[in-house]
């Protein structure tokens, strides 16, 4: 069974950083393209950014210049660095990744289960 587990969420002043991590664990055979997502009104989720396995990344208008994905593919990890974060910015963040569990399956939708971040003096 496919997991993904967050870590890195908390409470930061406007202006301050905080860092996400997520790592993929469990039985598969490759992870595709990895990102992070943030609630919105209702049950809604808006991308915040992505990276594939090659490096390309994605990122919202919003977090653009601030915020900073990456990951480490020998441990299947990602991670979101927010910088100069606003009070706007505060949400819960998702963590996603598009796994193949063997060799010539399609890919599959996974998530994690949210970390809150909270951006207030």
């Known amino acids: 069974q496919v997991q993904l587990v967050e870590s890195g969420g908390g409470l930061v002043q406007p202006g301050g950083s905080l860092r996400l991590s997520c790592t993929a664990s469990?039985?598969?055979?490759?992870?595709?393209?990895m990102g992070w997502y943030r609630q919105v009104s209702g049950n809604a989720r808006e991308l915040v950014a992505t990276?594939?396995?090659?490096?390309?990344?994605n990122y919202e208008d919003s977090v653009k210049g601030r915020f900073s994905v990456s990951r480490d593919n020998a441990k299947n990890t990602v991670h979101l660095q927010m910088n100069s974060l606003k009070p706007e910015d505060t949400s819960v963040y998702y963590c996603?990744?598009?796994?193949?569990?063997?060799?010539?399956?399609?890919?599959?939708?996974?998530w994690g289960q949210g970390t809150q971040v909270t951006v207030s003096s």
């Open positions: 996603n990744a598009l796994i193949s569990i063997a060799v010539g399956r399609m890919t599959d939708d996974y």
């Open positions: 469990g039985r598969f055979f490759r992870v595709n393209a």
């Open positions: 990276i594939t396995s090659g490096g390309t990344t």
